[in-house]
């Protein structure tokens, strides 16, 4: 569909993101390093005078009409559900909502690991808020963007990625700390090496149950260690040290998922502070252990994301490779010379396809701000 900018009032976008790493900490209370995306969600919108929320897509035939007295009743939509859910949440908070019309325009690709759903979600939020002209704080409507998701869609997510869509900064990674939600920001310098993102295209099902049952296991972990100790509030606040005396009260499962948030907690901050340094290549080995966690522990990457993280760790140019996101499918991130990358994206992709039968794919992207409001 065309898109005739004259036609709407404002254009409202926010960010997709890739995680760099500190992969299932966020709702274990630790910090992740994500960057928000130049693919976006682009609602364009203006109120239509009614009590009625038009939805229309560039890329899908349908048309879908939410009544803003009744959005509760939007759940089992197949498109527009999140769209219902974030309005849902926003009135529920206590704001002004009015009838509007929206044109969704996501160049962020669904079921990628790269947060399709928070961009529609943050956006569609921006949009209600910039309609009726309500002060709330990007961090407010990120905040919004998690309940929708958590309420309304039905997947308990943490914090990183409504947080990143909404509040990215361009050329910057984002040191999220998700226990107190302060966030410090981080330019992106990587040297000569550039940012790759591969999409596993492994069509995936059952990641919100997957992703829950990870969630409660390590609730059932943070109890066990907390009768333990009781100063221990979240398992970011344990230590590596700590955790080797303690882990034997773990049962198996349960004691792997642990390790993982753990280890992972203190690779971003070796991540960190190599970026700080410049020290790439330390952060490249550090993408590979957060991969092999993943796969090994947490039990989130699949035959798919290991075969094209392998491929990708085997490319000479390739300093670091792992699974971006939740898992389950979904992309890849890897560290590559950038004078390399064609012939690297060129060897993984025809590798992978050679291992696994699926076409993976290459997203062109760079790092970007999270929302921006265009009058138009
Ligand atoms: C999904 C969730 C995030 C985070 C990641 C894994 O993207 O929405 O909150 O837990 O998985 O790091």
Redesign the pocket.
């Known amino acids: 569909m065309q898109i005739k900018e004259t036609d709407w009032e404002y254009k409202v976008c926010a960010s997709g993101r890739v995680?760099i790493i500190?992969?299932?900490?966020?709702?274990c209370g630790g910090k992740?390093l994500p960057a928000a995306l130049t693919l976006k969600n682009t609602v364009y919108c203006r109120p239509n005078g009614t009590n009625e929320i038009n939805i229309e897509w560039t890329t899908l035939p349908e048309r879908v009409t939410l009544d803003i007295n009744f959005l509760g009743q939007y759940k089992s939509l197949k498109f527009g559900n999140y769209q219902a859910g974030s309005a849902y949440v926003w009135r529920e908070a206590g704001y002004p909502l009015q009838g509007c019309d929206m044109l969704m325009d996501c160049k962020v690709p669904f079921g990628s690991?790269l947060?399709s759903?928070?961009a529609i979600e943050v956006s569609t939020l921006a949009a209600l808020r910039t309609l009726t002209n309500t002060p709330v704080s990007d961090v407010q409507i990120a905040l919004l963007a998690?309940k929708a998701?958590r309420e309304y869609v039905g997947?308990n997510?943490?914090?990183?990625?409504?947080y990143a869509s909404a509040c990215g900064r361009k050329d910057h990674a984002m040191l999220l700390d998700c226990k107190t939600i302060q966030c410090e920001y981080i330019p992106l310098e990587l040297g000569n090496y550039a940012l790759v993102i591969i999409d596993c295209r492994k069509p995936h099902n059952l990641v919100e149950s997957k992703?829950n049952e990870r969630r409660s296991e390590t609730e059932q972990a943070l109890y066990i260690l907390q009768a333990l100790d009781s100063s221990i509030s979240c398992l970011a606040d344990v230590s590596p040290e700590t955790f080797r005396k303690m882990s034997p009260a773990l049962p198996g499962k349960i004691r792997d998922r642990a390790e993982h948030v753990i280890y992972e907690c203190d690779r971003v901050r070796k991540a960190v502070l190599a970026m700080k340094e410049g020290r790439i290549l330390d952060l490249g080995t550090l993408l590979n252990e957060s991969h092999e966690s993943l796969s090994r522990l947490y039990e989130v990457t699949g035959h798919e994301l290991d075969a094209l993280a392998a491929i990708a760790q085997s490319h000479p140019a390739c300093i670091g490779s792992r699974m971006t996101?939740?898992?389950f499918g979904g992309c890849t991130i890897s560290l590559v010379q950038k004078d390399a990358v064609q012939d690297f994206v060129s060897y993984t992709l025809s590798s992978y396809t050679a291992e696994t039968g699926y076409e993976a794919k290459f997203y062109e992207a760079g790092v970007s701000d999270g929302i921006t409001v265009q009058k138009l």
Do not use: P
């Open positions: 995680n500190g992969e299932h900490v966020d709702y992740v690991g947060s759903s928070a998690q998701e997947m997510c943490g914090i990183m990625d409504q992703y996101g939740a898992g």
